[in-house]
């Protein structure tokens, strides 16, 4: 069979005819192709629309704020007398809720990847499969209301007395946790594709040396499907620093410069949230701030999606 | 290339390895044995626990909403009082939105793969900018369309308003990546022979993707489309920059009223932290995770059903 990439479509119908062959100019065709090409454009004018509707706002909140002032600061109150704009406040909410999240779903989503790519039977693959694809469906509203009504209650009722205070109502290890639940289909997914990828031959060569299936789960198909793993969890990460209604619902809106489990946080994205839907008047600079913080967070995933790119392309191992 | 079958002649060369290897070792040294029974535990506590996560969610949703449970939350608007109040008003503002969002990304993000896989080529910068931009664009955190949302569609060059077609065109803009990635793969799982024999009876290349490619593709594209759109129902963020978290009792009859969505409702329910509006909103989550339930169920059944092996 002729591969795709040796002959496309538009190589067929690009390549020179004959005179005879040649026909009338078909200016429809033309038409059509530019109208498609408009379509794939729209996506580079979406970006574009992005950055300028995050810059022009921030551009003009700089020139209230020092911007080293707003990436430095400690203190973030920028509705109250005296106002302060420090972001690191809102920069260490974010941190304590991705912290706790990738330390739950780090171990399950990597466990679950292993488990099914080296050890389920076929028929439990069938089923655990589809119902991961599921929970990444839940919508975040729902992950949010749990962490609230399930979780933390949990955590207060077992909370053991050596680790001193419990948490709060509203606390960034619930949010935490059940952001790590949201994000345990992704690694899981994806993770366990890379280690579907690995060939066959290395665990067998594994096998044929005595390597016990653990072994050979741990020290070859691991490494070797490391650079997918890695993606994977970046890409939790991302998203994890991108989620808003589980930590507007359950983390609280208290700026909080630790890095803490027990107490209330406020993360960007909450903050975005709730200063968005108060009463806030368009050109204040309490407005503007809604647009500095989003531009300092679409920054941080943009960061983490291009390592991650890179990640897969640097490190992917090409067999056969 | 699947990896899982390995053929005949390996399989038999390796179990006659290792059962070699086992006689002539005898048993496997104690800790060897104990660590993988360790490690195969761990893996089956961790999936446990994420499935068990995952029945707590729902669960939980079920008994804290259970009081509230019944057909007036389909047929009740949001009223003063919690006793009364339902989700008519949020329903019919989420099936607006997304019937605007399906409007706008089904003929946008099919013309966008088709331009990608059969027109585009590959060498040139501009087409290889736009695939980047569609993979960075798949990334860009929710609330930032909401915010993108705020600035250019509600206000500034569209200046729509909080209306219901503001929604529309920022979830559009949000699940577009979606699609065409989704698309593009249901294209380009139709086999180039497909095109070359269209081409070679005297097709234009428009003929051949208008009367083959498209129509073997549409099943894929379809289960694309609704798994995407089932994404953009459950969406809260970005809406509740764009309008839908303002208080609405009534409901809406056109892309131009004031609306509010299901998820937004729930928050906004959730929020007021009064145990019946708490009440409110588990029942409220029950709603909308059985509607998306019946989504993907149909998306699925739809992959199955028109599965097409070439």
Same mark, same amino acid.
């Given at each position: ?88 406040? /809102?920069? *260490?909410?974010?941190?304590? &809720? ?6 739950? !779903?780090?171990?399950? +989503?990597?466990? =679950? $990847? ?94 044929? /040396?005595? *390597?016990?299936?653990?072994? &050979? ?6 490494? !070797?499907?490391?650079? +997918?793993?890695? =993606? $994977? ?88 | ?310």
């Amino acid at each position: 069979m002729v591969s795709r990439d040796t002959l496309t479509a538009a190589d067929l119908a690009r390549r020179d005819r004959p005179p005879q062959l040649q026909g009338k100019p078909r200016y429809g065709e033309k038409i059509i192709k530019a109208v498609l090409a408009v379509c794939a454009a729209l996506s580079v004018a979406t970006t574009v629309a992005i950055v300028v509707s995050l810059v022009g706002p921030a551009l003009q909140f700089f020139q209230t704020v020092a911007p080293l002032d707003f990436l430095f600061g400690t203190r973030w109150s920028p509705s109250f007398v005296p106002e302060s704009f420090g972001v690191l406040p /809102l920069i *260490a909410g974010t941190l304590s &809720v991705v912290l706790w999240g990738l330390l739950a !779903a780090i171990p399950l +989503g990597l466990g =679950a $990847a292993i488990y099914l790519s080296e050890y389920a039977p076929d028929w439990v693959r069938k089923i655990v499969k589809p119902i991961l694809e599921v929970l990444e469906g839940v919508p975040t509203v729902a992950f949010g209301f749990f962490a609230f009504s399930f979780i933390t209650p949990l955590l207060q009722d077992h909370w053991p007395e050596f680790l001193g205070q419990g948490p709060n109502v509203f606390n960034a290890g619930a949010a935490g946790l059940a952001i790590g639940l949201l994000i345990v289909p992704i690694i899981a997914s994806i993770s366990h594709d890379a280690m579907s990828a690995v060939p066959q031959g290395l665990r067998n060569g594994a096998y044929a /040396l005595g *390597a016990s299936r653990a072994r &050979v789960s741990v020290r070859v198909v691991f490494p !070797a499907a490391l650079s +997918g793993i890695v =993606a $994977a969890i970046v890409l939790g990460v991302s998203r994890a620093i991108g989620e808003t209604m589980v930590v507007l619902m359950a983390a609280g809106n208290s700026p909080n410069l630790d890095i803490t489990f027990t107490e209330s946080i406020q993360a960007m994205t909450a903050y975005i949230g709730v200063t968005a839907t108060g009463d806030i008047a368009t050109g204040t600079i309490e407005y503007d701030t809604i647009f500095a913080v989003g531009l300092l967070l679409f920054v941080m995933t943009l960061a983490m999606n291009a390592i991650s790119i890179r990640l897969v392309r640097k490190y992917r191992q090409v067999y056969e | 290339m699947s990896t899982k079958t390995y053929n005949p002649r390996t399989r038999l060369a390796t179990s006659g390895a290792r059962a070699a290897t086992e006689a002539h070792l005898g048993r496997r040294p104690t800790g060897e044995r104990v660590s993988g029974n360790l490690f195969y535990a761990f893996l089956l506590l961790m999936i446990s626990l994420s499935m068990a996560g995952l029945a707590a969610l729902i669960i939980d949703a079920f008994v804290e909403g259970f009081p509230r449970l019944g057909l007036e939350l389909f047929t009740e608007p949001t009223a003063p009082f919690p006793e009364d109040s339902g989700f008519l008003n949020a329903i019919v503002g989420s099936l607006f939105v997304i019937g605007g969002v399906i409007a706008l990304v089904v003929p946008l993000g099919v013309g966008a793969a088709i331009y990608l896989e059969e027109y585009a080529d590959r060498e040139r910068w501009w087409n290889r900018l736009i695939e980047l931009n569609i993979q960075n664009l798949a990334a860009v955190p929710s609330i930032v369309y909401g915010i993108l949302g705020l600035a250019f569609i509600v206000r500034g060059p569209l200046s729509l308003g909080f209306v219901v077609a503001a929604g529309s065109i920022t979830l559009a803009l949000l699940v577009l990546p979606t699609v065409i990635l989704a698309a593009r793969e249901a294209i380009r799982a139709v086999p180039p022979s497909i095109r070359q024999a269209s081409l070679a009876v005297g097709a234009t290349q428009w003929e051949t993707i208008r009367h083959q490619v498209l129509p073997a593709s549409i099943p894929g594209i379809a289960t694309g489309v609704i798994l995407a759109v089932g994404r953009a129902i459950g969406e809260t963020a970005p809406l509740l920059l764009v309008g839908a978290a303002t208080f609405v009792t009534f409901v809406p009859e056109g892309f131009f009223d004031r609306y509010t969505v299901l998820p937004v409702q729930i928050f906004n329910y959730f929020a007021r932290a009064q145990q019946e509006y708490i009440i409110l909103a588990a029942a409220g989550i029950i709603v909308m995770l059985v509607m998306l339930l019946a989504m993907n169920s149909f998306a699925i059944w739809l992959r199955n059903r028109y599965e097409q092996r070439w």
